[in-house]
Structure formats: C-alpha cells, structure tokens
C-alpha cells in the first residue's frame, strides 16, 4: 500500500521549480515536481514488492478547488520505455491545460507490458488497483476513466478493459499488439522480453503448453468484455507502402496482422470500434501522436470533459 509520510501535514503544497502550478501531494511518501503541474509520485507496491513510479499531470486548478474531483486518462507506454514517454516525446502537459482532468502515467517495467506475470510482478493490479486507489485517496479522482497506449501499452489498454469490463468508459490503442496469439506474435513477445534479459516462459508460459494462460491475457480472445467500451484502434501496414525506415516499418508489418484479427472478432461480435488501419506508418511517435489528436474525441467523451 501507498504509505504516508511521517513529520509532514496531510497536505503538503510544493510548488514546480517554474513556480506557475501547485500540486497538492497528500500523503505521497516520495513525489517530485517536474512541471508546472506535472509530479512523479513513487508508490510502494506490494504487486510488485518495490516502490514504483507513476507520473501524473494535475488539472491547472486542483491547489484551489479543494472540492472538486477529476476523471482519469490513462497513458500507457511501450516496450523498452518506461513512465516518462508520454511527456518525453508529446505536448500532454500542454494539451491538458485548462481541462479538468488527471493523467496517470504508470510505468510498466522495461518490457512494458502491463500484466500479472507467471510467478512474477503483477503490473496489472499494480495499474488497476493500487494506482487507482491512490489517485482516489489523495488525489480527489472520480471513478470515471479511459485508458490509451503505445505498442504494449496499447495491448495494455485493450487487455485491461477487455479483462475488467466497466472499468473504463473509453479504450484506445495506437499500433497495440491486439492478438497475442496470432502467427508470430508469440515470438514478438518472446524477443521483447528477452531483450530485457529475462526468461521468456516467464511472461505467460509457454504459448503451447500454457495455451489457456495466453489465452487468457489476450485481448483478442477477451474481445466479449469490451462490449460498452468506446474503442479505437490504429495499426499500419508498416513496410506495405512505406517510406523506407525499415526497422519501425517492420515492426509494424509485423503487428498488422494482429491488429485485423482484433478488429474483425469485434465485427463478428458486433462491438462497434473506430479503427484507423493505415497504409505504411511506422513503429514511433512520430504517428502515436497523430493517433491520439484523432482519437482524443471520443476519450473526451469517456472523461465528461470538453473536447
């Protein structure tokens, strides 16, 4: 559990180092300031048996609206990334001012997939539990959320409202990697976790001889639970009419498939999704960021907040 500080009030105000925002940090027992309304609190996590990182971007009047409370927009990262991508490689700070909302930040470990790992962390209730459960306790977070992610964080998003329907009003992913069963995507997930010089087997199992436990943690194969969710999904076809940046380019292509096979499980299952599957495109930001402008629409919708 997130444990409180001892020797300090129960509110205690920093102001960011631009002195133009006040984050009202009740109880974090590590934060840090980063931005005018941007914070990096440290939680104690007994998921996963360590404190971990969730960065968070606070509405601009939360120091002096002590009464209000705020839905959530999740931000989920990818794979050999962690945190801070968000607002690394996007204006989110910037284009959440003057919107009443929080974005949480989670990070997910090195692989970035956001799951319960066989015998392993389980980033899952990490993310879905204990993150929420602070943001409510000392953040004045509502119970309405949407989730969206890059990569695996988009199967991460996916995966987590198709695992725990009505938790979320609004899903989207962005080149997610939607069906973790299909032709070559277990061998994906294999080399993304073993990049990180970890086990493979050690994610899910072996895809075979674990089949219900992949099954299980697919979103695909989950597709039923998203039934009443807003969706969107983007994916490109990568080298199929690129523009020569190979490695992003392959990547993509290779994720393509999967990302047909999610979308057409929920035509068959008739749960409307708003898809965007593009020729070329590749793996990066240079594209997530376009995704998220085009579905941030309907994520507004999920969060009751003024598009």
Same mark, same amino acid.
């Given at each position: 559990?997130? *444990?409180?500080?001892?020797? /300090?009030?129960? +509110? $205690? !105000?920093?102001?960011?180092?631009?002195? &133009?925002? %006040?984050?009202?940090?009740?109880?974090? *027992?590590?934060?840090?300031? /980063?931005?005018? +309304? $941007? !914070?990096?609190?440290?939680?104690?996590? &007994?998921? %996963?048996?360590?404190?971990?990182?969730? *960065?968070?971007?606070?509405?601009?009047?939360?120091?002096?609206?002590?009464?209000?409370?705020?839905?959530?927009?999740?931000?989920?990262?990818?794979?050999?990334?962690?945190?801070?991508?968000?607002?690394?490689?996007?204006?989110?700070?910037?284009?959440?001012?003057?919107?009443?909302?929080?974005?949480?930040?989670?990070?997910?470990?090195?692989?970035?997939?956001?799951?319960?790992?066989?015998?392993?962390?389980?980033?899952?209730?990490?993310?879905?539990?204990?993150?929420?459960?602070?943001?409510?306790?000392?953040?004045?977070?509502?119970?309405?959320?949407?989730?969206?992610?890059?990569?695996?964080?988009?199967?991460?998003?996916?995966?987590?409202?198709?695992?725990?329907?009505?938790?979320?009003?609004?899903?989207?992913?962005?080149?997610?990697?939607?069906?973790?069963?299909?032709?070559?995507?277990?061998?994906?997930?294999?080399?993304?976790?073993?990049?990180?010089?970890?086990?493979?087997?050690?994610?899910?199992?072996?895809?075979?001889?674990?089949?219900?436990?992949?099954?299980?943690?697919?979103?695909?194969?989950?597709?039923?639970?998203?039934?009443?969710?807003?969706?969107?999904?983007?994916?490109?076809?990568?080298?199929?009419?690129?523009?020569?940046?190979?490695?992003?380019?392959?990547?993509?292509?290779?994720?393509?498939?999967?990302?047909?096979?999610?979308?057409?499980?929920?035509?068959?299952?008739?749960?409307?999704?708003?898809?965007?599957?593009?020729?070329?495109?590749?793996?990066?930001?240079?594209?997530?960021?376009?995704?998220?402008?085009?579905?941030?629409?309907?994520?507004?919708?999920?969060?009751?907040?003024?598009?």
């Amino acid at each position: 559990m997130h *444990r409180r500080t001892t020797g /300090v009030s129960r +509110r $205690t !105000v920093t102001k960011a180092a631009a002195g &133009a925002g %006040l984050a009202v940090l009740f109880g974090a *027992r590590t934060a840090a300031a /980063v931005g005018s +309304r $941007t !914070v990096d609190v440290s939680v104690s996590s &007994a998921a %996963l048996g360590r404190s971990v990182p969730v *960065r968070l971007i606070l509405p601009s009047g939360f120091g002096s609206q002590p009464t209000l409370t705020y839905p959530v927009l999740y931000l989920l990262h990818g794979a050999h990334d962690d945190y801070t991508s968000w607002t690394r490689e996007t204006d989110i700070e910037a284009f959440t001012e003057g919107r009443d909302l929080i974005v949480a930040m989670p990070d997910a470990g090195p692989t970035g997939i956001p799951t319960a790992w066989r015998g392993g962390p389980d980033y899952e209730t990490f993310q879905l539990k204990e993150v929420p459960a602070l943001l409510a306790r000392d953040y004045r977070a509502s119970g309405v959320r949407v989730v969206a992610g890059v990569s695996t964080g988009g199967y991460g998003a996916m995966a987590h409202a198709a695992r725990h329907p009505g938790m979320f009003t609004a899903a989207a992913s962005y080149s997610g990697i939607l069906d973790t069963m299909a032709p070559g995507v277990p061998t994906l997930m294999d080399a993304i976790v073993a990049r990180e010089n970890l086990v493979p087997t050690s994610l899910w199992g072996n895809p075979f001889l674990n089949l219900l436990t992949w099954r299980d943690f697919n979103p695909r194969s989950r597709a039923a639970g998203l039934r009443g969710t807003a969706l969107y999904v983007s994916s490109g076809s990568g080298l199929a009419g690129g523009t020569g940046d190979w490695l992003p380019e392959a990547l993509e292509s290779a994720l393509w498939p999967s990302a047909h096979s999610f979308t057409d499980t929920l035509a068959l299952q008739r749960i409307p999704v708003t898809t965007h599957l593009y020729a070329g495109g590749g793996h990066s930001w240079a594209y997530w960021k376009q995704e998220f402008t085009a579905s941030w629409p309907m994520l507004a919708r999920g969060l009751g907040v003024p598009q």
